[in-house]
Every structure is written in structure tokens, then in C-alpha cells.
């Protein structure tokens, strides 16, 4: 199985300053059909998860362009150029290139 | 708009069953995998099973493989969880979830189930 870590797991950050997350996986997430399956997700207190980016550095529908993914194998980061307060909350990394699908541990972003 | 409701969490007690539901609308179902998450209470969150789109194949987690069968009725836009054997470790927020692009574009609010006796 592959197993995700995420660093920091709490971050707190100012309004306006940057804001970035690491995701580390067990094993490369390069599928046999050439893609990299690693998703970002956002957790706001109370609230399901939305997904913020996927396949490493898609931005979803709506997602502001202050959120950016990146990395390739098996290091990944998400990044947030300026805080805001709607920002706070539980961010996840995801892997769906092999099962079981296995998520991060979370980091908790506190302004 | 996409939407996706679960229904049928509720106390029971360790050995009981339970059936999740999840019911979706706004999209069309039949052309979706769909999965189940589960997330206990101030915990991460964990993936329980999916099911391809027209049901003829479904993936286990190891923690509920035996247990748990997942299933969905695309004439009823209807996704489910049959959950038996239950334990106090599948003490959790139940979350549906929709499958696209290596992600999760839609989740459900969630459904509580509580194993306790």
C-alpha cells in the first residue's frame, strides 16, 4: 500500500503571507497510462472535502489561482501565494494510482 | 447542480449491521465511479470502497473487505453501503464521493455511524 506524508501537519500563517505543504508518497505515483494521480483536498471545520487541484497541478473549476500543485514521482507541494481567511481549515493529499486510494494526515492551516 | 445525499447512519451496537445510502441528482450517475470515505470524529480521512459505473466491479479497503458490500441502482441514481460485523473502529463520518479525474469532484455532507454498546 501507499502511504502519504504530509509536512508541516500544522502551519500557522499570517494574511497575505505564503503558505506551502509537502506530500511525500511511499512509491512513485506514475500510472501505467502515464499520468501522476495526486490531488489536493480542503477541509473547512464542519464541511466535507472540495478538491483543490488534481493530477499534480490541476486547478479545479473555481479554485482561485492563488492555489498551486507541483512535483513529480513521489515529493509533491501545494502551494498558497497570499492566506486568506477562508483559506483555514484541513488540507489533504490524495493518491488515486494504486489500491487502495490512501490519503495524507492532513495539515492544519491556522491563521 | 450536483448533489449527493447520504442517508442511514445511526447507533448500533459492535456485531450489527447498518446500510448506508447516497442519493445523487444533478448529474448522470450511470457515467461515474463512486466511492465511499470515511472520516471518524477529528480524525483524517480514510478510504473505505468504490464501484466502477455500471456496478460489475467494487474495491475494498482491508479494514472492511468481508464486511462491508458496495452497490448502486443506476435506474435510481442510488449509491449504497452494506455494513455488517460492525465494530467500534468503523466509528465515523460516511462520506460519498464522486470519482473523476484521478480525484474527488463532489462529496455529500456525510452520514454519522456510531458502533457502540
Known amino acids: 500500500d501507499i502511504v502519504m506524508t504530509q509536512t508541516p501537519l500544522s502551519s500557522p500563517v499570517a494574511l497575505g503571507q505564503p503558505a506551502s505543504i509537502s506530500c511525500r508518497s511511499s512509491q512513485s505515483l506514475v500510472h501505467s497510462d502515464g499520468n501522476t494521480y495526486l490531488s489536493w483536498l480542503h477541509q473547512r471545520p464542519g464541511q466535507p472535502p472540495r478538491v483543490l487541484i488534481y493530477k499534480i497541478s490541476n486547478r479545479f473549476s473555481g479554485v482561485p489561482d492563488r492555489f498551486s500543485g507541483s512535483g513529480a514521482g513521489t515529493d509533491f507541494t501545494l502551494k498558497i501565494s497570499r492566506v486568506e481567511a477562508e483559506d483555514v481549515g484541513v488540507y489533504y493529499c490524495?493518491?488515486?494510482?494504486?489500491?487502495?486510494?490512501?490519503f495524507g494526515q492532513g495539515t492544519k492551516l491556522e491563521i | 447542480e450536483v448533489q449527493l445525499v447520504e442517508s442511514g447512519g445511526d447507533l448500533v451496537q459492535p456485531g450489527g449491521s447498518l446500510r448506508l445510502s447516497c442519493a445523487a441528482s444533478g448529474f448522470t450517475f450511470s457515467s461515474y465511479w463512486m466511492h465511499w470515505v470515511r472520516q471518524a470524529p477529528g480524525k483524517g480521512l480514510v478510504w473505505v470502497s468504490l464501484?466502477?459505473?455500471?456496478?460489475?466491479?467494487?474495491y475494498y479497503a482491508d479494514s472492511v473487505k468481508g464486511r462491508f458490500t458496495i452497490s448502486r441502482d443506476n435506474a435510481k441514481n442510488m449509491l449504497y453501503l452494506q455494513m455488517n460485523s460492525l465494530r467500534a473502529d468503523d466509528t465515523a463520518f460516511y462520506f460519498c464521493?464522486?470519482?473523476?479525474?484521478?480525484?474527488?469532484?463532489?462529496w455529500g455532507q456525510g452520514t454519522l455511524v456510531t458502533v457502540s454498546s
Open positions: 490524495m493518491q488515486a494510482t494504486q489500491f487502495p486510494r490512501s
Open positions: 464501484i466502477n459505473s455500471d456496478g460489475s466491479s467494487a
Open positions: 464521493a464522486r470519482a473523476e479525474s484521478g480525484s474527488y469532484s463532489s
